[in-house]
């Protein structure tokens, strides 16, 4: 009985001694887990860092190149020797790369503004149709050139939206010009928009390309991040398209989602919610906003 009292004494004492081991070890490995992730984490954004030093230099530097190459070849000629057609082939180029240039440096404060929370919409009643159908019709060129078949599917019956048509365009831009750039020639990109049960709109662009991985989506969706963007870039950019999509149709309220397959293709869908009109402010409602109807029912009370 005494030596059963010890025993059972004993067990429990190395019952929570087990207990205390486990707790330790479960902690050690919880936070070794936290470790590795957040390695990971600092490793990921670390990669994304080096390879956008490296592709922003070259975006920054080939346009200026050409700036300052072309307007240098105007200048030294002054005296005569440039045609009067070299002289405006060599202005439409600084012109051309001035423009891109344009565009990289509105990317960046883009997304810093996005970023810091400063972004603010311009927002109107519309349909997505008003910005898809010219989007659409302004990159046949573009994917003419490239050998891809560019064509789109809009319903007639889309729900109006609260937008902004500049930069709800610039979504679809980039959304249509990645299909484009992503796709080899002899592929397809096809855009449809339809309207979404009670929902809103939803818009789907479609792709042959060469796809993605979950991975190469996470790289993709990530601020600078380019798939391949270290040393294998077969496309031109800074990879702030996408992000820069993403933020804006979120700050729609709505979402960008992308489905994608390793050499077979990607859709990019953009849900986007349907325009709810304010309800027509109630009697009282007004009465209790309005501190002169306030002032005048406090006098008739007293
Ligand atoms: N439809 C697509 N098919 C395959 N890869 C894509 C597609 N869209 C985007 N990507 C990948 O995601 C990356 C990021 O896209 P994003 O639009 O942000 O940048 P970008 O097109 O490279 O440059 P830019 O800033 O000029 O848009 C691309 O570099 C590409 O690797
Ligand atoms: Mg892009």
Known sequence: MFNGAISSSRQSSLMSEYASLMGDAVLRNRARIAEHSARLEAEFASRIKSEFIANMSHELRTPLNSIIGFSKLIAEQKGGGLSVEEAAEYAGLIQDAAGHLLA??????????????????????????????PCVAGLKLTAQNAGVDLSCEIAADLPELSADGVKLRQVFTNLVTNAIKFTPAGGRVFVTAKAELGAGTIVDICDTGVGMTEEEIRVAITPFGQVDGGHNRWREGTGLGLPIAEALVKLHGGVLSIASEKSVGTTVTVRLPRYIPPKPPTLENQLASSPTANATLSSHAR
């Open 104 to 133: 990289v440096i509105n990317d960046i404060l883009d997304i810093s503004k996005i970023q810091s929370g400063k972004f603010q919409l311009n927002n109107r009643e519309m349909s997505v149709d008003e910005v898809l159908r």
